[in-house]
């Protein structure tokens, strides 16, 4: 029967790897299935299935489990695989990928470009992740943080560890931020802390729309966009290795910083 051809064919898609629903149906021999592929999949109880792997033909992740309302789950398995996302932060537009991934990481800074003594911004979704990194805060540091997050503020830590000097890329620090998009902390929660540098290669304009960010990354990385934003700010980034920390960068949620220092130094 179809319906068993599909899930035979899905359930050898591997990790790390995804195919369209164009893909599988040409796979099992009924090129104009892809319809019935979604169908099927969408009604699928076997968690050996790995319903998560199929996307769209243009990159863009559908609906699972029958409902878009779930697709967030979608994109938060995906990640957790290892694979490469433009999605929605709390400021713009990030092309997202799992920090503890060396290879993860690594593809992100070809696909954009990027320096590569240039650390990338990570985003976790509570205090004691920051241990998955082998981040030790002080006192003073944890009761600030405690106080800060979730917001639009990301802050350098200390990280003298050489098993992630492909992240800190021998600055021995990093930097971090809890979202303040509930949606994006529940990716988090699943997928693990997500290096999230804006989307776009470096040296051009962030990208603002989805159309803006699949024509610098075409079908090279997945898309997952719930939101239509335009025009955010960057986070505001204080660099906390030192009391009092030192601001960096001003941007998104600078006035929630400013009231915070003032009580605390």
Known sequence: MLTEEILRFVKKIPKGSVASYKEVAEAIGHPRAYRAVARVLAKNKDPEVP????VRSDCLLAGYKGTSKLAWQKAAFLLK?????????DTVLGLLGLALNPKT????????KRDLKKPMIILINELSRLKDLEVDLEPWQQKLLLELWPASISVILECKSQSFAYLHRGSNSLAFRIPANKTL????????PLVAPSANPEGLPPAKTLSQARKYFAKSVLYFVWEDKKGEQASTLV???QRPPLLIRKGADFEKWQNLERRFF
């Open 105 to 112: 990481v690594e593809k992100i800074y070809r696909l954009r």
């Open 239 to 241: 660099d906390l290795r």
């Open 185 to 192: 902390r529940e990716i988090l929660a699943i997928a693990g």
């Open 51 to 54: 319903c998560h792997r199929v």
């Open 81 to 89: 695989e290892g694979l490469p996302m433009v999605l929605n932060t």
